[in-house]
């Protein structure tokens, strides 16, 4: 009887620490992808809009799906901040960790396919609000308003997002003008 329990105590520990483990892995890859290559790239870079955010893509681009070696280095770009963490995360749980890149690599397919015309369920649409989960509807927003819609993942980033980005501008938009008037501090 205290066998069992213990060994129902340790099941329990086991699937608390991958759920744990992948929702970590999750929350804190889409944080520093949002804060540190996302939000920078639209205001100091060229690069992520015209791959990502380029009118007449494919749903395969957009998935990064194809062989385009451009496609495939915004791709990884974006899924570096994810990696960082894969050693350390590992070491707690590898099961967690698998899982946490497999929901990942499909929330990437997942929010594009509104190129494809697909429509959320409504029940899906809910436990997305409830979660706070980005739908493939909300992050279509951001691709066609790059001032839309952050958090590729969770939609709680969006509005820290976007603060980030209205303070990059200015910064960009003060240094330029510094610049030109010929202020060097
Ligand atoms: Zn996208
Ligand atoms: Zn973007």
């Known amino acids: 009887m205290f066998k ?6 340790e099941l329990d520990v086991f699937i608390a620490k991958v759920c ?5 892995f999750l929350i804190i890859g889409d ?13 100091f870079g060229k690069f992520h809009t015209l791959v990502h955010h380029g009118k007449n893509r494919s749903f395969v681009h957009y998935a990064v799906l194809t062989r385009n070696p451009l496609v495939l280095l915004d791709g990884f ?18 099961l967690g960790t698998i899982l946490g890149l497999i929901l990942g690599e499909l929330h990437v397919v997942w929010r594009h396919v509104s190129i494809i015309k697909w429509k959320t369920p ?4 809910l436990l997305c609000r ?12 951001h691709h066609k ?8 993942i969770f939609t709680f980033f969006d509005r820290p997002a976007r603060l980030w980005l209205n303070f990059l501008i200015f ?15």
């Open 4 to 9: 069992l329990t213990s060994v129902g105590e």
């Open 77 to 94: 770009l974006g899924a570096l901040p994810y990696f960082i963490f894969v050693p350390w995360l590992w070491n707690i749980s590898p």
């Open 20 to 24: 744990l483990v992948a929702l970590f």
């Open 171 to 185: 910064l960009k938009i003060k240094y330029k003008y510094k610049r030109k008037i010929g202020v060097s501090k």
């Open 122 to 125: 409504k029940p899906i649409k």
């Open 130 to 141: 409830i979660f706070c989960i980005t739908t493939p509807e909300r992050h279509w927003l």
């Open 145 to 152: 308003n790059a001032k839309l819609a952050y958090g590729d």
């Open 31 to 43: 944080c520093i992808s949002t804060f540190f290559y996302h939000v920078p790239e639209h205001v």
